[in-house]
Nanobody, 117 residues
Framework: QVQLQESGPGLVKPSQTLSLTCTVS??????????WSWIRQAPGKGLEWMGA???????YDSPSLKSRTSIPRDTAKNQFTPALSSVNPEDTAGYYC?????????RGKGTLVTVSS
């Protein structure tokens, strides 16, 4: 059983960088041919796919957020650490880690990140 656990800052100030840690258990992030995504859901809105990192390390970005996102990984810890730069209050959302490029068979419980001064 694959499990994903998100950890995040809770509160980020405008213009700073939001960083999450997604810890995966029950499976390796380097196993062929899995992809690992991060997604968010702002209050009153639908799910938004933010990007993904493949088993190979290849990156896939949301076209609308491409210049602001990064997804490093630590294979020794079986973690990926997505980040969003230059945040503003509209980036306030529940952030989730999931397995799969676009459709997801496993997803973490999420962590709420509020952008406020």
């Amino acid at each position: 059983q694959v499990q994903l656990q998100e950890s995040g800052p809770g509160l980020v100030k405008p213009s700073q960088t939001l960083s999450l840690t997604c810890t995966v258990s029950g499976g390796s992030i380097t196993t062929n041919y899995y992809y690992w995504s991060w997604i968010r859901q702002a209050p009153g809105k639908g799910l938004e796919w933010m990007g993904a990192i493949a088993y190979s390390g290849s990156l896939y970005d949301s076209p609308s957020l491409k210049s602001r996102t990064s997804i490093p990984r630590d294979t020794a810890k079986n973690q990926f650490t997505p980040a969003l730069s230059s945040v503003n209050p509209e980036d306030t959302a529940g952030y989730y880690c999931a397995r799969g490029p676009y459709a997801h068979d496993y997803r973490g419980k999420g962590t709420l990140v509020t952008v406020s001064s």
